[in-house]
Structure formats: structure tokens, C-alpha cells
């Protein structure tokens, strides 16, 4: 079993429609969690970070998780065609200091 | 957050030689790792690199291939050494205080 995984898609979604992006995670003792958007040919760029169990909203963003079921994931509200990217769930591990990523998984935004 | 630089952004090399990648932080910070990315996968980090002392590998990269230095706290160099193709892949480092990491732009790297 992957440490984190995330469906590759592509993930397409209409221009103005909710983005929602899932991602699971193994370890139960993981306390930190993050998402990065990679656009082509880019570094990956930290847009989110959550850390307790709940919503936590910025902008157009918002991060959701739940320890209970180990799953965090990414809502993107009204999608515009410049949120095509990878998006790559990362997990801190309990007892680590280090990011374990996700595949990734590619979003389009079809006008 | 942190601003991070990388030189080259890119290099062509031939196989057998070494390339040194530097990496500069803004700000100091705790924590600084070094990520190898192939064309269309996710990340996987080589090493994390300690101030002031020896880096840690994870499994399947070691210290003769990549040694990495980190003198300070916003400045580390990764270097690929005796090169092979397989080499070929865009290398990342990352810095940042706890565990939110911010990523330097990224080395392309050839090897030919």
C-alpha cells in the first residue's frame, strides 16, 4: 500500500464549477498535511497546509480532513482555466520531519 | 514562507563527470531536502541536508553518489557525481521552518 495516494485523473472540470480533490494517507499517527500545485515545466508551489480535523478555508481554497478516515482533501471553487495543474497531496509522517507525496493528480479546467 | 534559488537551471553533462547544484534560502531556516523529479512523476527526496553535519540518504540514494553539503542555515549543494544517463531528471531542493517547505526552482539536468 502507497503512503499517499491520489487519483492520477485528469480530473476535468467546467470554468466556475468546484475542483474536488481527494488523497489518502496510511500512517494514522500523521499530524501535518499540505497541498502543492505544479503547473508544467514548474516547481511545485505550497498553496495549503491543515493540520486539525475540520475545514479550513483560503480564498477560492479549502482544505478538508479527517484523521478518523485518513483522507485530506483539496475543493477548488470556481474553477478558472489558470487552476489547470498538478496538484500533489504531502503528508508528514508521525515521528518524522519529512514529506511523503502523492502521485499527483491533474486537473483541467475546460472553458 | 521562503524564497529559494537554484544555479544552473539547467546543464547538459557528459557521463562520468559530477555537477554541484547550489541552493540559497532567503531566510534561515530548519529544515532543507533535496528531491529528484523524472517527467511526469512525483517527487522523491534524496536526502535531507543537516547543518554541520553528514546528510541523511533515504533508501536507494548514498553518500559517494550524491554527497550534499550544508555549511549553514540557508545555503546547501547537492552534487551528482560520475554521472550516467539514468542521472537525467530535474532536481529540486526545498527549505522552510516545521514542516511547510517552499521549493527553489528547480536544476534540469542532462546527461548525455
Known amino acids: 500500500q502507497k503512503e499517499v495516494e491520489q487519483n492520477s485523473g485528469p480530473l476535468s472540470v467546467p470554468e466556475g464549477a468546484i475542483a474536488s480533490l481527494n488523497c489518502t494517507y496510511s500512517d494514522r499517527g500523521s499530524q501535518s498535511f499540505f497541498w502543492y500545485r505544479q503547473y508544467s515545466g514548474k516547481s511545485p508551489e505550497l498553496i495549503m497546509s491543515?493540520?486539525?480535523?475540520g475545514d479550513k478555508e483560503d480564498g477560492r481554497f479549502t482544505a478538508q480532513l479527517n484523521k478518523a478516515s485518513q483522507y485530506v482533501s483539496l475543493l477548488i471553487r470556481d474553477s478558472q482555466p489558470s487552476d489547470s495543474a498538478t496538484y500533489l497531496c504531502?503528508?508528514?509522517?508521525?515521528?518524522?520531519?519529512?514529506?511523503?507525496f502523492g502521485t499527483g493528480t491533474q486537473l483541467k479546467v475546460e472553458l | 514562507s521562503a524564497v529559494i534559488s537554484q544555479k544552473p537551471s539547467r546543464d547538459i553533462c557528459q557521463r562520468g563527470t559530477s555537477l554541484t547544484i547550489q541552493c540559497q534560502v532567503d531566510?534561515?531556516?530548519?529544515?532543507m531536502f533535496w528531491y529528484r523529479q523524472q517527467p511526469g512523476q512525483s517527487l522523491t527526496l534524496i536526502a535531507t541536508a543537516n547543518q554541520g553535519s553528514e546528510a541523511t540518504y533515504e533508501s536507494g540514494f548514498v553518500i559517494d553518489k550524491f554527497p550534499i553539503s550544508r555549511p549553514n542555515l540557508t545555503f546547501s549543494t547537492l552534487t551528482v557525481s560520475n554521472m550516467s544517463p539514468e542521472d537525467s531528471s530535474i532536481y529540486l531542493c526545498s527549505g522552510g521552518r516545521d514542516y511547510e517547505q517552499y521549493f527553489g526552482p528547480g536544476t534540469r539536468l542532462t546527461v548525455t
Open positions: 531566510s534561515q531556516v530548519t529544515m
Open positions: 504531502a503528508v508528514v509522517a508521525g515521528g518524522g520531519n519529512k514529506l511523503t
Open positions: 491543515i493540520y486539525s480535523n
